[in-house]
């Protein structure tokens, strides 16, 4: 059969956010993916995990009807119902507990499944809106390093990814390159061909700390810490850029004052990192031109994970390094796609709701707490899309407590059979982002890309975007918005007074599929911040140094010493390599990686465990088997579980966030997920 070529774009949760080519044959199937070579940053190839994407597209377990639950929650057991009789569910399910107990009473639940803005969160969040429902603060990922980042730079712009090749001196801070981001290793290699050294800072020796010219093993949810250890070498040796902070920044007197009190030697008592390479490091950062930084969101997923954020941020603003090609920091680049969201999302239709204001805000990291706890009116139905929370949500056993609610009216929209789906009583069929259209932000560079449907969709699958549109017909919201197209939602969203934006429009997407923002004149390099221009109040970079005072967290060796005298191991469930947090958990390869627990010989050999060996991980809030990896990857009182597993295709069910607690950040409401104490021993 002919074959013809369809572009594409990756909407999986990555900073990478890749242009794809499809094979597609006569019959609209696909047999071929790849990375487009003509994209600057996808450069002609794909992570494995997208690579093999079709797999999951063909698979024999997808969705393709709608289902309604006929055994008991969890039990895996649903027939298949057509969609007039499942929107129908739905729609008089949401009605009734609007009018028994407040639209309040419903949640929607939904994440970064796909990036799309028109399917993560469009006619889904005007839905929502109109119907006034409780509104979901999206906190599980990213919230504490975000509001770092605003508090301090006013925005969330970072250095260009083809920058690294111009450093000279890059830091992986917290960050796995080469499992979550590893269209920036080019550049980093080229840099590294010209002279460049790469370190990496990460409890956990990766593949990225063993690839490294240095791996600092700093004690998990210390970076503050190291960050304020740093600064003191930084300012006690007046390395730092005295004309750009004198001009462009504000607090740092109140900056030196609490640095001061952190000298490398207590840096190294709180960070396990010895003083002397805390010194070296402190003195290669700031008197190496230029230097940059990748700092990821594993370092705000602890107690003190915003501020750490905040006090690492400070760096290349205290050494002038934002006024060079290949300085600075990237955390995320999602503050340059200043779309007009507002047009898209529609939080005024809450006027319109049986509310008539806007409705309660509930924190996503506290899902077990929502459903269980919460009152005012109580959780009555659950709206599930973009999202495994069943797997990945802090206090698992707290969560799946409260899907089991026989009150609780679940409805999921997805590809499988999740965790979560398997509690759901009417599960949707949801396309692929190859089966549907899009518009597409970057958090790891400066390209919005427009995506057609490049496949055909197989059974009766339907986009989020169309879901929500029949689920709003069916509730009898006459709005205008909800007649929308996707072509409307995009070129109102295209439609703001940006500058970066300027002169992009849908035809010019429609034909290019990727257009850089005018976020600088076209081949020059984007320098956020060289003179100044931070956005806020004040336009100064603002170090807020009296809140960036370390305190160990909780849970942690230097935190609560009762609780660390009962469990004694620091567990950190980092990214797999191969995985994209649940998605891909139903492969095998996938499951054998996410099936192991790491840990240093020495505290194997103290509890009796060998390589392979069957394992409990246990705390006061549950508990789970692993098999053993004996590994110096972690240091001792570490360990390491690859995150996330399926729960079914576990020992008993039980998934590694069976131990994750609901406390939250200190900035943003995030998830505190590495901060977790636990101790282990040979399963019984």
Not at 18 to 33: P, Q, T
Not at 397 to 426: M, N, P
Not at 466 to 479: P, T, V
Not at 480 to 504: Q, T
Request: with cysteine.
């Amino acid at each position: 059969m002919a074959v013809r070529v369809e572009k594409s774009v990756c909407a999986l949760d990555c900073p990478d956010t890749c242009a794809l080519l499809v094979n597609v044959d006569e019959a609209g199937r696909g047999s071929k993916l790849r990375g487009d070579p003509s994209h600057p940053i996808t450069r002609g190839f794909l992570c494995g995990k997208v690579a093999q994407y079709l797999e999951r597209e063909y698979h024999p377990d997808r969705l393709l009807y709608p289902l309604r639950r006929t055994g008991p929650k969890g039990s895996g057991k649903f027939s298949r119902i057509g969609w007039d009789e499942a929107l129908d569910e739905v729609a008089y399910q949401f009605q009734k507990c609007s009018e028994e107990f407040g639209p309040e009473s419903i949640l929607p639940y939904s994440y970064a499944g796909t990036m799309g803005m028109l399917n993560g969160s469009g006619m889904d969040r005007r839905f929502f809106h109109r119907l006034g429902a409780s509104q979901l603060d999206r906190t599980i990922c990213s919230a504490a390093g975000g509001a770092a980042l605003l508090a301090s730079q006013g925005t969330k712009f970072g250095t260009e990814p083809e920058q690294f090749a111009k450093s000279r001196l890059i830091i992986a801070w917290g960050a796995n390159i080469l499992g979550t981001n590893v269209h920036l290793w080019p550049f980093i290699d080229e840099a590294r061909r010209q002279g460049a050294q790469f370190y990496v800072i990460d409890p956990v020796k990766n593949r990225t700390g063993r690839l490294a010219d240095k791996h600092f093993a700093v004690n998990p949810g210390s970076d503050l810490a190291l960050a304020l250890g740093l600064i003191h070498v930084i300012l006690r040796n007046e390395l730092q850029d005295k004309e750009y902070v004198s001009a462009y920044t504000r607090g740092f007197d109140e900056l030196a004052a609490v640095a001061k009190q952190y000298p490398p030697e207590r840096a190294a008592e709180l960070t396990g990192i010895p003083a002397a390479e805390i010194e070296a490091l402190a003195i290669k950062y700031a008197t190496t031109r230029p230097a940059a930084i990748r700092v990821n969101y594993g370092v705000q997923r602890s107690d003190r994970g915003g501020s750490a954020v905040r006090a690492i941020a400070a760096l290349p603003v205290l050494t002038g390094s934002w006024r060079e090609v290949g300085g600075g920091l990237q955390l995320t680049t999602s503050g340059a796609f200043e779309f007009d969201t507002l047009s898209l999302q529609r939080p005024d239709l809450q006027r319109l709701s049986p509310l008539g204001r806007p409705a309660r805000v509930v924190n996503m990291s506290r899902l077990g707490h929502a459903l269980n706890e919460l009152e005012g009116p109580r959780v009555h139905a659950l709206c599930v899309y973009n999202s495994n929370p069943g797997a990945i949500a802090p206090n698992q056993k707290g969560v799946i407590a409260g899907l089991q609610r026989s009150d609780l009216f679940t409805v999921v929209l997805e590809h499988f059979l999740t965790d979560t789906a398997e509690y759901a009583d009417v599960v949707l069929p949801a396309t692929t982002f190859l089966e549907h259209t899009d518009l597409y932000l970057a958090y790891g560079h400066y390209f919005t890309q427009l995506a057609r449907p490049a496949l055909a969709r197989p059974g009766e699958v339907k986009s989020n975007v169309e879901i929500f549109r029949a689920l709003a017909k069916r509730m009898r919201f006459d709005d205008a918005c909800f007649e929308d197209s996707e072509d409307d939602m995009i070129r109102d969203l295209l439609n703001s007074n940006s500058e970066f934006l300027k002169g992009i429009s849908l035809e010019q997407l429609e034909e290019n599929r990727s257009i850089r923002l005018r976020v600088s004149e076209e081949g020059t390099p984007f320098l956020p911040f060289a003179e100044g221009g931070f956005r806020t109040a004040s336009g100064k970079f603002d170090f807020g140094g009296e809140s960036l005072r370390y305190t160990p967290p909780v849970e942690s060796r230097r935190g609560d010493a009762e609780l660390h005298a009962r469990f004694p191991l620091e567990m950190i469930s980092s990214k797999n390599d191969d995985s994209m947090n649940s998605t891909f958990g139903y492969r095998g390869s996938v499951d054998s990686q996410t099936a192991v627990l790491a840990i240093h010989p020495a505290d194997a050999a103290a509890r009796g465990i060998t390589q392979g060996m069957l394992i409990r991980a246990f705390n006061d809030r549950g508990f789970c088997f692993r098999s053993a990896v004996i590994s110096d990857r972690v240091k001792a009182g570490v360990v390491h579980v690859p995150s996330v597993r399926w729960n079914r295709t576990s020992v008993d069910g039980l998934g590694v966030n069976q131990l994750t607690s609901e406390r939250l950040t200190d900035l943003g409401g995030g998830a505190t997920f590495y901060s977790c104490l636990v101790d282990v021993a040979p399963a019984e």
